[in-house]
């Protein structure tokens, strides 16, 4: 079974880029989420995909921070313009609904560089 | 608030020596609780995990965790440790249906192994 698979592994980009994540969650795995760690803080919650809705984005910083699921399947983060303060590494997860509570299966991340 | 403090931001110890990574949680339930670790390069792997019943879990990679209520912890420990086991290490709380799908992470642990 594939695992969660995000691309790209790292970007660089500069202030005021746009930059898109993509998150590739387990076959068959309805619920998806992302979360991120800036340099020396807590990995947090950003949002919770179920299917293609989004069932929670209370963790979302603002509004230059876009999520999508179209069609249920991949999941894209798109950070639009990027700030420094956006640097960190953004994780994605996948749970199928019956086993949300046994953990999320976690891709290997996105390290994002604003400069 | 739900949280988890991690007291140790980094831990050296000896190849083949015991480890004991230590971790608080505020939590107005009975948590859901688990360990993640992250080496270099790598994902987010679940390590263990504790819902309820017997307080001592065993993980992979021959760790195990003790759930004591009484102190709000939840340690993980290793009788001996290898140079593998050099990576950073999460402790976290949640999923459940009051934090909804949330995990609650700590700022982890960074592990160092001395050879």
């Known amino acids: 079974e594939a695992g969660v698979t995000q691309f790209p592994s790292h970007s660089v980009i500069e202030k005021g880029q746009t930059v898109t994540l993509r998150c590739d969650p387990i076959?068959?795995?309805?619920?998806l989420y992302w979360y991120r760690r800036v340099m020396g803080k807590e990995i947090k919650f950003l949002l919770h995909?179920?299917?293609?809705?989004?069932?929670?984005e209370s963790g979302m910083p603002n509004n230059r921070f876009l999520a999508e699921r179209t069609g249920g399947t991949y999941s894209t983060l798109k950070v639009q313009p990027a700030e420094l303060e956006d640097s960190g590494v953004y994780f994605c997860?996948?749970?199928?609904?019956?086993?949300?509570?046994?953990?999320?299966?976690f891709g290997s991340g996105t390290r994002l560089t604003v400069v | 608030a739900q949280s988890v403090t991690q007291p140790d931001i980094h831990i050296t110890v000896s190849e083949g020596a015991s480890l004991e990574l230590r971790c608080n949680y505020s939590?107005?339930?009975?948590?859901?609780l688990f360990w993640y670790v992250q080496s270099p390069g790598q994902g987010l792997q679940l390590l263990l995990k504790?819902?309820?019943?017997?307080?001592l879990v065993q993980g992979i990679k021959g760790f195990e965790a003790e759930f004591k209520r009484s102190q709000s912890s939840f340690n993980l420990r290793k009788p001996s440790v290898h140079w593998s086991d050099a990576a950073e290490y999460f402790c976290?709380?949640?999923?459940?249906?009051?934090?909804?799908?949330?995990?609650?992470f700590g700022k982890g642990t960074r592990l160092h192994i001395l050879p």
């Open positions: 995909f179920v299917k293609e809705s989004k069932q929670d």
């Open positions: 939590y107005g339930a009975t948590p859901y």
């Open positions: 504790y819902f309820s019943g017997d307080t």
């Open positions: 997860a996948s749970s199928q609904e019956v086993s949300r509570v046994h953990g999320y299966t």
């Open positions: 976290a709380v949640g999923p459940s249906a009051f934090l909804r799908d949330k995990i609650i």
């Open positions: 076959s068959g795995h309805d619920n």
